[in-house]
């Protein structure tokens, strides 16, 4: 099944919304550019001796103007452009909250913000979220259901998961990207309780989105590279194991920024480059046969699990 990646698949309202930003932003930044004083005499605003700022804002609008018209053609490829406009509005906003509490300038220029900032701010939003969830639903076609996926895919030394467990049980532990600091924690955490696991009859398998020859190297300072892992650039296993990805509270929210200041800064862990999606969730399956006896899916990125009582009851469901 081949999925155009084109927002106007699911919905065209967004792609209006761009198209008339674009234009509005465009004939705004244009009477900024040529006509500096229209504003001022026709909201009866004093003229402020700064017509070149002025003019220098306007040319600020058209260069928006000319992105969001970019982005109209395909919301989903330019999403950026669309995030970088949001950010202008809000900004636009709190300056202008600021300097009218410093009586800085004049409430005249309220119908400016409004026009240009505050009527934008919901419909933005509205088309990121949008973009958003259309990229998840767009990651999720052509997934193998979890009983294939155990057959499917193969280790690094060629086993699949069906022939792993059949033998012992077998620890699925799916990272992240391998700049994320909570991953590099739980390496650590991993490496430091490997052998302990294999003597307890449970195998870890590691899952990542790089190839071999890449997690080799990142692999190397935990002391990981003996281990079994499988290579899934794709995230169609994550996905047949029910991991998607997380939501903006998950990812950033205050307690996840809290912790990986913690565990980047204050306990050295550090935090790397992207090998991966950002934005993929984590998880560890305990897999015995054809079935998962025991699973971890973290609602923050943060959660930390205690793999040793993680495996202790073996026969336990989650």
Known sequence: ???????????????????????????????????PTLYFVFFNVPLLNHIILWQFLGGVFLVFGMGYFISFINPIRFWPIIFLGLMFKVIMLILFIVTVLQDYIYMDFLFLVLFNSVIWLLPLCLILKLIYSVKLVYKNFNVP?????????????????????????????????????????????????????????????????????????????????????????????????GLSRGKLYQLFGLRVLWKTFYLGVVKGYGIGNFFGDVFQMSGIFLLEGKRVSKSFMPEYISDKVDIESFVTSLGDNN
């Open 145 to 241: 259901c979890f009983e294939e996926s155990i057959h499917l895919f193969k280790t690094n030394k060629e086993n699949t998961l069906f022939e792993l467990s059949e033998k012992h049980s077998v620890l699925v532990v799916f990272l992240r990207h391998f700049g994320c600091v909570f991953c590099r924690q739980l390496l650590t955490v991993l490496s430091e309780n490997y052998d302990y696991l294999v003597k307890n009859g449970v195998y870890p398998v590691l899952v990542y989105m790089v190839d071999h020859q890449t997690a080799n190297v990142l692999l190397k300072p935990y002391h990981l590279t003996h281990a079994e892992c499988i290579s899934d650039s794709h995230m169609e296993l994550y996905r047949s194991f």
């Open 1 to 35: 099944m081949i999925i155009k990646n084109n927002i106007s698949n699911y919905t065209s309202w967004p792609t209006y919304i761009l198209l008339i930003l674009a234009l509005y932003e465009g004939v705004f930044g244009l009477f900024c550019i040529f006509l």
